[in-house]
């Protein structure tokens, strides 16, 4: 059973950093795509973004473009969202996805 955990999540000022992780389990972490996705408060799902199997192709949407970057440790079946320069409309509640599979969201919050 695919399960996906993610922490790190919490209060930042605006300009701030976080660091989001994602623990991945019952699946071979390493041959797939990860995702990461956030929905704002009123808002659709939104594709923040995406990494290759092997950790090396990545995209990102604009809006977090140069701000965030993801990352992989296959060894460790983990997966990352380093953000920074955070603004106010990054908070939302982000999910870890593997394609069907998701985590069960963890909240980000820029506020001063």
């Known amino acids: 059973q695919v399960h996906l955990v993610e922490s790190g999540g919490g209060f930042v000022q605006p300009g701030g950093s976080l660091r989001l992780a994602c623990a991945g389990s019952g699946f071979t972490f390493n041959s797939y795509a990860m995702n990461w996705y956030r929905q704002a408060p009123g808002a659709e799902v939104e594709l923040v973004a995406t990494?290759?199997?092997?950790?090396?192709?990545?995209v990102y949407a604009d809006s977090v473009k140069y701000r965030f970057t993801i990352s992989r440790d296959n060894a460790n079946k983990m997966m990352y969202l380093q953000m920074n320069n955070l603004r106010f409309e990054d908070t939302a509640v982000y999910y870890c996805?593997?394609?069907?599979?998701w985590g069960q969201g963890i909240r980000v919050t820029v506020s001063s």
């Open positions: 996805n593997k394609g069907v599979d």
């Open positions: 990494i290759g199997p092997d950790g090396i192709s990545t």
